[in-house]
């Protein structure tokens, strides 16, 4: 059973358009992060949120943590091809120092 | 610049042999991690490490081992490859051992791919 259940699973949109994918959880988390990865590569860190209704802002991309720090979202503005990848949330486990991934999201952007 | 390399990036064996793949950091991290990728299941945690000597297992280890001997490295072993094992590996490594999660950031290396025939 996943603890991070991310929606939509694939997502194939044109650019310019707006977007948002979701991470939900019935657990609290003290934090949740944000990766991309890109085909062949591994996952980069794009944002940390770490407060209950924090909204951070990296350029085109809008991430927000849920008031109860169960959920977060990640929307894109005018999306572009370089967008495309796949979308994964992570929270820790505890104090550890362990991450738990989402099942993540696949978005595709064309011209 | 520091790094995290895993070697090799292709692998294809056979049912039953034993495969060691390799992990090597140029962070000087503490904490290092490996995972499984397959579709539908995101990332999924295999073995981690909080130093040398220090290994554990996470949600997916049975048929896998690690052992850290230095800060650089944690190889992975599968003991006697099945078909299940299939997948793309991908070995990480952050910095804090504890501290504030919120600032643990993983650094993955590209992923080996390995198929079991």
């Known amino acids: 059973t996943q603890l991070l259940e991310q929606s939509p699973q694939f997502l194939s949109i044109q650019e310019g358009e707006n977007l948002t994918v979701y991470c939900n959880s019935s657990?609290?988390?003290?934090?949740l992060q944000w990766y991309r990865q890109e085909p062949g590569e591994g996952p980069v860190l794009l944002v940390t949120?770490?407060?209950?209704?924090e909204v951070k802002k990296l350029k085109r991309l809008t991430f927000q943590f849920g008031d109860a720090r169960k959920d977060s979202s990640l929307h894109i503005t005018a999306a572009q091809p370089g967008d495309t990848g796949l979308y994964l949330c992570a929270g820790p486990l505890g104090t550890a120092s362990k991450l738990t991934f989402g099942t993540g999201t696949r978005l595709q952007v064309t011209l | 610049d520091a790094e995290i390399t895993q070697s090799p990036r292709h692998k294809i064996t056979e049912t039953g042999r034993q495969v060691t793949l390799a992990c090597h950091q140029t962070w000087n991290h503490n904490n290092m991690f490996w995972y499984r990728q397959d579709l539908g299941h995101g990332l999924r945690l295999i073995h981690y490490?909080?130093?040398?000597?220090?290994?554990n297992k996470g949600e997916v280890s049975d048929g896998y081992s690690v052992s850290r001997s230095n800060t650089e490295d944690l190889p992975l072993t599968l003991e006697s490859a099945a078909s299940s094992q299939t997948s793309v590996y991908f070995c990480?490594?952050?910095?804090?051992?504890?501290?504030?999660?919120?600032?643990?950031?993983?650094?993955f290396g590209p992923g080996t791919r390995l198929t079991v025939l």
């Open positions: 490490s909080y130093g040398v000597q220090d290994t």
């Open positions: 657990s609290v988390f003290s934090s």
């Open positions: 949120v770490v407060t209950g209704g």
């Open positions: 990480a490594s952050s910095r804090l051992a504890g501290g504030h999660a919120a600032y643990n950031e993983q650094f």
